[in-house]
């Protein structure tokens, strides 16, 4: 059973969520990028890639926002609300990225397995993909056997030579992702696609840091 002080925090942030959904009124087939902290701040941030801590080595974000296609925002919402029940919250690394940005990424790192050909364009590029993990209500992240970004078989979901806390983890965000609407990619242990999530069209554009 969890503590009283965690299922009040649930229970609080809920609430907060749908009041932002009521407030915005956007439908739910509508595939406009958003915010997602226009609808829960319970989302923790760490956007690698607004900082220098990335297989780039370099900041290619002027800063650190999550936008998304309301669609994928509203799974996720699901989600973070089945994952806070258990004690939980969505830690996110990516969501939507330029086209730019993924061409970049193409030129350190030319293989299909870690890396979409920009020819043919990401699910990131079309802001139904996520790079995630889980945290506790203290912040700390769950053990998932590599590190964000791990060019390895090691971060395969299909890798088993792991400590049976990181293949746990593993499944926990793996069914709780599945169950609302999210499929895995095979090779990162941390990236979902939203099942729909390649019917939308690829962007370029650039968020305002202001």
């Known amino acids: 059973m969890l ?7 649930i229970k609080k942030s809920n609430s907060k969520t749908k009041s932002a959904e009521k407030l915005l009124k956007i439908p739910k087939n509508d595939s406009t990028f958003v915010n997602i902290w226009d ?9 690698k890639y607004a900082t220098h801590d990335n297989f780039l080595k370099q900041q290619v974000y002027d800063c650190e926002v ?9 799974a996720l919402l699901q989600a973070q609300r089945y994952f806070m029940e258990r004690g939980y919250k969505i830690k996110l690394f ?3 990225r ?5 061409k970049k990424m193409w030129k350190i790192v030319p293989n299909s397995n870690y890396v979409a050909n920009p020819a043919r364009g990401s699910v990131h590029n079309r802001g139904a993909a996520v790079d995630l993990t889980l ?3 203290c912040g700390n992240e769950l053990e998932m056997g590599t590190a964000f970004d791990f060019f390895g078989p090691e971060a395969a979901h299909d890798y088993q ?5 990181a293949l746990c983890n593993r499944k926990i965000l793996k069914k709780g992702m599945e169950l609302h609407g999210f499929k895995i990619f095979e090779s990162e242990w941390w990236h979902y696609n939203l099942e729909t999530g390649f019917s939308e ?3 370029n554009f650039k968020w305002n840091c202001n």
């Open 161 to 165: 030579l792991l400590t049976e806390e």
């Open 201 to 203: 069209k690829i962007s």
């Open 98 to 102: 330029p086209l730019d940005i993924q």
């Open 3 to 9: 503590p009283f002080l965690v299922l009040s925090q």
């Open 135 to 137: 945290v506790d209500f």
């Open 39 to 47: 609808f829960s701040k319970d989302f923790v941030l760490e956007m």
């Open 66 to 74: 999550c936008l998304l296609r309301y669609k994928t925002v509203v």
């Open 94 to 96: 990516d969501c939507y």
